[in-house]
């Protein structure tokens, strides 16, 4: 099955709303990393959260790592937020790093 | 502090035609990935290595792509004969494999189009 599942698959909102993107991982997958690429652009680390609540500016990550799950939240979205956020995991919590990525959310923020 | 680097931008090819894309990571990353993000889509891990050596390629097409790292710095990501469902941006990033310190940083990566 699939390792990591992002949802939803999209999300329309006007700017100033919240938003609320859900990953979903195996039972064996750790190192969990969110990610933010706009169209067209660069793919750029947000957070590296394995467990636990990180905060940057606007948004903040939250994992827990027991029910597999991870949350990113972006407070008083912004027009400039509109793009791709990604999930990553490590499957299998290997001695050598190794990443996969879920589908994405695709975000639009409208003004 | 440089990122990684990678070339061509573009490459636009005819079916069964080969082309090399280039990646420079990070220095001092010890750890190097190729993913292949058809558009609209997660990028999808082709091959990663910890310095030199391949530590996981099973999802690399091994018929038509490879991959060295042979110094492990500079890496080169090969497509022998194209082919239209190749079409996709073609990314590499590195990190320091270090538990602990493990975000990864991504180039721009190389949009290919096959024709």
């Known amino acids: 099955g699939q390792q990591v599942q992002q949802s939803p698959a999209s999300l329309v909102l006007q700017e100033g709303e919240n938003a609320e993107l859900q990953c979903n991982f195996s039972s064996t997958a750790t190192r969990l990393q969110w990610f933010y690429q706009h169209p067209g652009g660069r793919l750029v680390s947000l957070f590296y959260?394995?467990?636990g609540t990180k905060h940057t500016g606007r948004l903040t990550s939250t994992t827990v790592t027991n029910e597999r799950r991870s949350s990113l939240h972006i407070s008083s979205s912004q027009t400039t937020d509109s793009g791709t956020y990604f999930c990553?995991?490590?499957?299998?919590?290997?001695?050598?790093?190794?990443?996969?990525f879920g589908k994405g959310t695709h975000l639009h923020v409208l003004p | 502090e440089a990122g990684v680097t990678q070339s061509p931008r573009y490459a636009v090819l005819q079916e069964g035609q080969a082309v090399s894309f280039w990646c420079d990571p990070i220095s001092g990353h010890d750890t190097l990935y190729w993913y292949q993000q058809p558009r609209d889509q997660g990028p999808q891990l082709l091959v990663y290595f910890r310095d030199e050596a391949v530590i996981d390629n099973s999802q690399l097409p091994s018929d038509r792509f490879s991959a060295v790292r042979p110094k492990g710095t500079n890496s080169t990501l090969k497509i022998q004969s194209a082919k239209q469902g190749d079409t996709a941006t073609y990314l590499c990033?590195?990190?320091?494999?270090?538990?602990?310190?493990?975000?990864?940083?991504f180039g721009h990566g190389t949009k290919l189009s096959v024709l």
């Open positions: 990553a995991i490590d499957p299998h919590d290997t001695n050598a790093y190794k990443v996969i």
């Open positions: 990033a590195s990190s320091f494999g270090g538990r602990g310190n493990e975000r990864l940083f």
């Open positions: 959260n394995p467990s």
